[in-house]
Every structure is written in C-alpha cells, then in structure tokens.
C-alpha cells in the first residue's frame, strides 16, 4: 500500500525546512452522513519526526486539524542524504510509518 | 506558582497531578508504544486537555497555568476564511527556548486544537491547517524558558468546518 505520508524535507545549510502531508480523514465526530447519523471520531493524535533517531518535531492532535493534515517546520542541523522517520498514530490505534531523504 | 528549577513540561504536569498520576503516566509511555522517538519525548498524549470545552480550562489541564500577551509572537491567520475546513494558520516567535506551541480556537466544539512539541534545535516556527467551526479567536500559547506566552487573533468563517 502507498504510504499516506507525504514529506519534501530540504537541506538549507544550517536549518532543514520540512512540510508534510498525511492522507488522512481527520473525522472530528461532529459531522452527521448523509442519513443524519454522527461519523464517529477518528484523527491522528500523535505525528513525530526523528532525524539520526533523534526526535526533532513532535505534533499532538485534536479533532480540529483539518482532513488531509499538512505542517511545516524547521529544525537545526540535517544534511542532504540524511533520514527523517515519520511516524503516526491515530485515536483507532491505526499507525503508519515512512522514511525520507533530506533533500 | 513556583516552577521547579529546569523542569520539563512533564514534570511539572506530574507534580500538578500528584503521585497518583506518576505510575498511570509511566504505564502509557510504556504501553502506547514501544518507539524510540514515543520514549524518548518522554511525555503522553494529552487526551483530557483534548476534550476541553473551555479554552482556559484547556491551557490549565496542558500547562498548569495561565499565559500572559506577547507581542513576540507572531501569528498568521486570514482576516476571513470562506472554508472553516481548512483555515492556514502559521505562528513563529522571537522568544528563546520554547519548547511547545499549542492552538486553541474557543469557539470549537473541542478548544484544543493542536499541541507541538519543540525539542531544542527546532525552530519556533510552525505552519498548519486548522478546522473552524464558526467565527473564533484563534489562541496560540507558546511556552518558552518555563513560562507561557500567548497571541490572539479573530477569524471571521464563512462556512463552518465542524458542523456539517
């Protein structure tokens, strides 16, 4: 299955600038379908980033993080070549995982 | 409030909670996930903060405490935002030693939006995409040095992102 992580990670001599996109539904439990019935919750809560093991960037989410969440940040330090692990974790137990190179 | 010397976010909220709390908080670690980056930020998913109805009670249940205005913080939202669904909303700041960044939009029907973890070595600077259930606020408390900051601004929705 193709990952539902999206990452461009770039290599800006002193910083690395990362931006991600999850395919996620990021349903808040708060919207009714079609025959008025709620669609129960579910969201990531936990999305973490680690260069060299090391975590740089961790995000804890509600459920008013839009669907198909994107953020950006920065971090010191990370070379071209380099690996940034992503990793996350729903309130349904759901995880999914991917490795990238720092462009 | 005094503020143990050098004390991380963690230990502050297991001291605020008591002991009882200490060997509950050690358990998930343990248990939710046997991860090295989930061990090593040394903290939990803070699912009580998370399903806060009131802004202010949200922050005391995250941090312990109340924020005092910045005008080091910068906050980026739109004046208008026609899709309450996906509202960008980006926040960085000239304050040293932050180490989290959370959004809270109070009009939500959960307040809590998100809560970012900022090791040392990571900016102070984050871009996300939030869901707006009607005209709100929007809160970001920034934590830096062990003490906490905030910036305001209002969002006028359009079309609400949580109603349906």
Same mark, same amino acid.
């Given at each position: ?30 919207? @009714? ?38 953020? @950006? ?6 070379? @071209?070549?380099?690996?940034? @692990? ?18 | ?164």
């Amino acid at each position: 299955m193709a990952s539902s992580i999206r990452v461009r990670a770039i290599a800006n001599g002193e910083t690395t600038d990362v931006q991600t996109l999850i395919q996620h539904p990021m349903d808040s439990g708060f919207i @009714k379908d079609d025959k008025g019935e709620f669609i129960p919750a579910h969201f990531i809560q936990v999305l973490t980033f680690e260069h060299n093991d090391r975590p740089v960037f961790i995000a804890d989410w509600g459920t008013a993080v839009s669907k198909d969440p994107y953020v @950006k940040f920065t971090f010191k330090g990370g070379a @071209k070549g380099d690996d940034l @692990k992503v990793s996350w974790i729903d309130n349904k137990g759901e995880t999914d995982t991917a490795t990238f190179k720092i462009q | 409030m005094t503020i143990p010397d050098g004390g991380l976010p963690v230990t502050r909220r297991l001291i605020l909670r008591g002991a009882g709390s200490v060997a509950l908080a050690g358990f998930n670690v343990a248990t939710f996930r046997a991860d090295a980056a989930f061990a090593a930020a040394n903290d939990r998913y803070p699912d009580d903060a998370f399903k806060q109805k009131d802004a202010k009670e949200a922050i005391k249940l995250l941090y312990g405490r109340t924020a005092e205005p910045s005008d080091k913080i910068k906050l980026d939202a739109p004046e208008i935002a026609e899709n309450g669904a996906v509202v960008p909303i980006s926040v960085s700041t000239s304050l040293a030693n932050v180490t989290s960044i959370a959004f809270v939009v109070p009009e939500n029907p959960n307040v809590l939006a998100a809560y970012y973890k900022i090791p040392q070595g990571t900016m102070p600077n984050v871009a996300n995409r939030l869901k707006m259930a009607k005209t709100s606020n929007v809160t970001v408390i920034v934590e830096a040095g062990g003490k906490l900051y905030s910036a305001t601004k209002e969002v006028k929705v359009t079309v609400g992102g949580c109603g349906g």
